[in-house]
């Protein structure tokens, strides 16, 4: 049903080099763009660095639930609004039940399988282990693994590299101005310094952001300026859109227009052209013509399935079919 796009002329130009310089100022310039001309630049972009028909389904399983120390505005996991979220919390789930929902995402076509902890930092007791054994049985079914569990040192991002992770996730979430406002009990600081510690352990890194919180325009592109910093640039960035908790200090906050969340990935892609841009959290509240657009300025992977950590995401088969209709295929 669908035909092979036809190369154009914008596409004989060359794949942009990566650079890892960019100022405020040049960031913005690209953000401020007419939609039309940013989504057509960023298109192009997209289309000459990466294969712009295919998509990254990744699933994602919260394996252990609420109670974090951490004081995220945002979370509905943090232990400092558990008396108005009414979050339950849930022990560190078994081996056997985390490797049955992955069987499951493979089985439904997802690539990649995503598991993420409401922890400060990786305990280092028998916890880990067990991490351990479900990052290695997850690989065993041939899936990538990624892993989500707080801050980590050195010698853990060894053994998950030797368990054979794919990528772990741990976000700059917003600029290193702005980020006070929203957590107090981590660093950005220390946020990079996990990033690191991932990197060097030759673990690819996925790290991204979250809009919506009441920064402005320019924190957004303090993010993408923090990322784009990174050498080598992640591998995949996540951007989510805040999905507000009742019971947490950020839930009256106004919802992020699509337009503002297409012109973020557009530059985004434009600034890391060969990152993988994943839209995230918040995509449940968009149109299937915002998405379109989200996959047109650069997005190229989502989360996939019913459940993203503690919040409902969008029905299987309403992806699938959204990506059929479109002439997308997943990876
Ligand atoms: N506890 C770990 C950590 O923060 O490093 C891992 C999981 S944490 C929930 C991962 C990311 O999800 C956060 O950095 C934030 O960007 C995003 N997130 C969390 N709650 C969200 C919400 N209510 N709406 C949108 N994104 C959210
Ligand atoms: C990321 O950047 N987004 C995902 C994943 N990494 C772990 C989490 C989204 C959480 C949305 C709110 C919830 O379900 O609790
Ligand atoms: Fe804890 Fe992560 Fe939630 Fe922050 S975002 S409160 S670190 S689970």
Same mark, same amino acid.
């Given at each position: 049903?669908?035909?092979?796009?036809?190369?154009?002329?914008?596409?004989?130009?060359?794949?942009?080099?990566?650079?890892?310089?960019?100022?405020?100022?040049?960031?913005?310039?690209?953000?401020?763009?007419?939609?039309?001309?940013?989504?057509?630049?960023?298109?192009?972009?997209?289309?000459?660095?990466?294969?712009?028909?295919?998509?990254?389904?990744?699933?994602?399983?919260?394996?252990?639930?609420?109670?974090?120390?951490?004081?995220?505005?945002?979370?509905?996991?943090?232990?400092?609004?558990?008396?108005?979220?009414?979050?339950?919390?849930?022990?560190?789930?078994?081996?056997?039940?985390?490797?049955?929902?992955?069987?499951?995402?493979?089985?439904?076509?997802?690539?990649?399988?995503?598991?993420?902890?409401?922890?400060?930092?990786?305990?280092?007791?028998?916890?880990?282990?067990?991490? !351990?054994?479900?990052? /290695?049985?997850? +690989?065993?079914?041939?899936?990538?693994?990624? #892993?989500? @569990?707080?801050?980590?040192? %050195? =010698?853990?991002?060894?053994?998950?590299?030797?368990?054979?992770?794919?990528?772990?996730?741990?976000?700059?979430?917003?600029?290193?101005?702005?980020?006070?406002?929203?957590?107090?009990?981590?660093?950005?600081?220390?946020?990079?310094?996990?990033?690191?510690?991932?990197?060097?352990?030759?673990?690819?890194?996925?790290?991204?952001?979250?809009?919506? !919180?009441?920064?402005? /325009?320019?924190? +957004?592109?303090?993010?993408?300026?923090?990322? #784009?910093? @990174?050498?080598?640039?992640? %591998? =995949?960035?996540?951007?989510?859109?805040?999905?507000?908790?009742?019971?947490?200090?950020?839930?009256?906050?106004?919802?992020?227009?699509?337009?503002?969340?297409?012109?973020?990935?557009?530059?985004?892609?434009?600034?890391?052209?060969?990152?993988?841009?994943?839209?995230?959290?918040?995509?449940?509240?968009?149109?299937?013509?915002?998405?379109?657009?989200?996959?047109?300025?650069?997005?190229?992977?989502?989360?996939?399935?019913?459940?993203?950590?503690?919040?409902?995401?969008?029905? %299987?088969?309403?992806?699938?079919?959204?990506?059929?209709?479109?002439?997308?295929?997943?990876?």
């Amino acid at each position: 049903m669908h035909n092979k796009s036809v190369a154009s002329s914008e596409n004989q130009m060359s794949a942009p080099p990566l650079r890892y310089d960019w100022s405020t100022g040049e960031i913005l310039k690209i953000y401020e763009l007419p939609l039309l001309d940013l989504l057509y630049k960023a298109h192009t972009v997209h289309k000459k660095c990466n294969n712009n028909s295919k998509m990254q389904l990744a699933s994602l399983l919260n394996i252990k639930t609420g109670s974090c120390p951490e004081d995220c505005k945002y979370c509905s996991q943090s232990a400092h609004y558990a008396k108005t979220t009414n979050l339950k919390s849930e022990k560190l789930m078994e081996l056997d039940s985390v490797i049955k929902q992955a069987r499951i995402a493979k089985s439904k076509g997802a690539a990649r399988f995503c598991i993420g902890a409401a922890w400060r930092n990786i305990p280092d007791d028998k916890s880990f282990q067990t991490v !351990l054994k479900i990052v /290695k049985e997850i +690989r065993s079914l041939k899936m990538e693994a990624c #892993a989500t @569990l707080g801050m980590l040192n %050195e =010698s853990q991002a060894k053994d998950l590299a030797e368990a054979g992770l794919t990528a772990y996730n741990h976000n700059l979430d917003t600029s290193p101005e702005f980020y006070g406002k929203i957590i107090s009990t981590r660093k950005y600081a220390d946020r990079l310094k996990t990033i690191e510690n991932v990197r060097s352990a030759g673990i690819t890194v996925c790290s991204g952001g979250i809009i919506g !919180l009441g920064e402005t /325009k320019i924190d +957004r592109i303090g993010l993408i300026k923090s990322l #784009a910093k @990174l050498k080598p640039h992640p %591998e =995949s960035i996540p951007i989510n859109t805040l999905v507000p908790i009742k019971g947490t200090p950020l839930e009256q906050n106004k919802p992020v227009r699509p337009i503002d969340l297409v012109r973020l990935i557009a530059t985004t892609r434009i600034v890391m052209p060969k990152s993988r841009i994943r839209l995230s959290a918040g995509r449940s509240n968009l149109s299937e013509e915002a998405q379109v657009m989200c996959f047109f300025a650069g997005a190229n992977s989502i989360f996939y399935g019913e459940k993203l950590l503690t919040t409902e995401n969008n029905i %299987e088969d309403e992806d699938l079919k959204l990506l059929e209709d479109i002439g997308i295929e997943h990876e």
